[in-house]
């Protein structure tokens, strides 16, 4: 066949499926003006005055219509009626983000709408990594995201309501299918990772040169080979690393996706910390340790988020170790006890209207941060979170960098945005939300 006559007809095929598709799509589309295989209702419409062009159609067709830019059908809606209809009174259904090729092409992504869970997890993770066995992995590795994802579902499991009953009725756990099994099998591919780089530093140690948390109990391992009763053992290390990395890797992740998340429902709250940062570290340099104590106002947010998530409620399970007489009640040894971080973190006497969101719970008339024996957000005694310290220097930094340099832009307004967990078991779970990061 001539090269040319197969030209014609592949093009006029092509028409034809274009017209007979539209034929299709209109039919349960609103009406609008007949378009042009191709380019669509382009040459229909003034391109210098495309309103003019909309409100000659709505003439014709009504307050809501159809025209075609190039192949894609647009619906129109024209007039306040139709958008209050359609924004308002149905705006779930509309509350989705439409395609804007250039501005798509020129940021490339970047600015768009975003879940943060994942990159707020990278960050904290890495940390822990570089403690327990100095590494630190790249955002886009394959082994980094999954490892990720089980720890996000796993901690998102830990709070349900579900893991409550098999807390406290164990024996279900061995027979009954649920949620647990999938925590159990994400924490022990978690624990199998962890016991592979332990066998890797076993190989390349070097008691001179230790480079991680690892090594510095590998050492002290060496070191006590010869005492029965040493608690420096191999499933020791592997159960230390473990908990270190869970304590240290979600909780954070999740303190600061909960704080992005109350900052946009409080947008003064916003202002105030950027106004902050902006007087005391500006724009010309990282945000360090030294700059927190001239951040008084910072320093109540962070607070402020911690006590109002109340991220872990009822505090990991403790056990008396001997028989205890407690305010005048005999406690055996090895009992259970919980710890309700809540009632402290909520006392109303200490922190007024304590289920409002306010930094002024730890700030004085002047405007000075206020400490308070009630804040108890990683909890109190020989038990207290291991990891404190660290994690105030995280939350900070991690904080005051992302306000550094991005403004917070919620995809709904900040009365409709929902602070309610997910669920408020043994872990409080942010509700899952987008927003955009706006650069400064």
């Known amino acids: 066949m001539d090269p040319a006559v197969a030209l014609v007809l592949s093009i006029s095929c092509l028409l034809l499926f274009s017209l007979w598709r539209w034929s299709t799509t209109r039919q349960k589309l609103p009406p609008g003006p007949t378009p042009l295989p191709i380019i669509g209702n382009i040459l229909q419409m003034d391109l210098k005055d495309i309103s003019k062009s909309l409100t000659k159609f709505s003439k014709a067709y009504g307050p809501v219509f159809t025209l075609y830019f190039g192949t894609k059908p647009t619906v129109i809606l024209h007039g306040y009626e139709a958008v209050k209809e359609a924004l308002v009174d149905h705006g779930d259904e509309f509350s989705g983000r439409g395609s804007f090729p250039l501005f798509e092409r020129i940021n490339k992504g970047h600015a768009s709408p975003c879940d943060p869970t994942f990159i707020l997890g990278c960050a904290p993770c890495n940390v822990i990594c570089s403690v327990i066995f100095q590494k630190r992995f790249e955002y886009s590795d394959q082994n980094f995201i999954h490892f990720l994802k089980l720890l996000t579902e796993a901690f998102t499991i830990l709070g349900s309501p579900w893991i409550q ?35 890797e530093h076993q190989q390349s140690l070097d008691v001179n040169n230790p480079r991680d948390f690892i090594d510095c109990f590998l050492i002290k391992m060496e070191q006590e080979k010869h005492n029965e009763q040493s608690e420096f053992t191999l499933e020791n290390l592997k159960i230390a690393a473990f908990d270190l990395f869970i304590g240290g890797t979600d909780s954070i992740s999740s303190t600061v996706r909960y704080g992005l998340l109350l900052l946009l429902k409080h947008p003064e709250v916003t202002v105030k910390l950027q106004q902050e940062i902006e ?71 200490q922190f007024p209207n304590p289920e409002r969101f306010d930094p002024g719970h730890f700030l004085d008339k002047n405007g000075n941060f206020k400490k308070t024996d009630y804040f108890l957000a990683f909890s109190t005694g020989k038990r207290v979170c291991v990891g404190e310290g660290l994690a105030r220097m995280e939350l900070f930094l991690l904080l005051t960098t992302i306000l550094q340099n991005f403004k917070l832009k919620p995809l709904v307004e900040p009365k409709d945005i929902s602070i309610t967990p997910v669920f408020g078991g043994m872990s409080s779970v942010p509700p899952p939300y987008q927003l955009c990061f706006i650069p400064i």
């Open 165 to 199: 009953v098999c807390t406290n009725f164990p024996a279900l756990i061995d027979y009954l299918p649920g949620s647990h099994n999938k925590f159990i099998k994400n924490m022990c591919f978690i624990q199998n990772f962890i016991l592979e780089k332990i066998k």
């Open 279 to 349: 007087r005391v570290i500006g724009r010309n340099r990282s945000p360090c340790m030294q700059d927190r104590s001239h951040m008084p106002y910072t320093d109540a947010v962070i607070h402020e988020i911690l006590r109002f998530i109340n991220m872990g409620p009822t505090n990991a399970p403790r056990a008396v170790t001997h028989d205890v007489k407690f305010r005048n009640y005999l406690i055996p040894k090895g009992t259970t006890v919980l710890p309700s971080l809540t009632s402290a973190l909520h006392d109303d006497k």
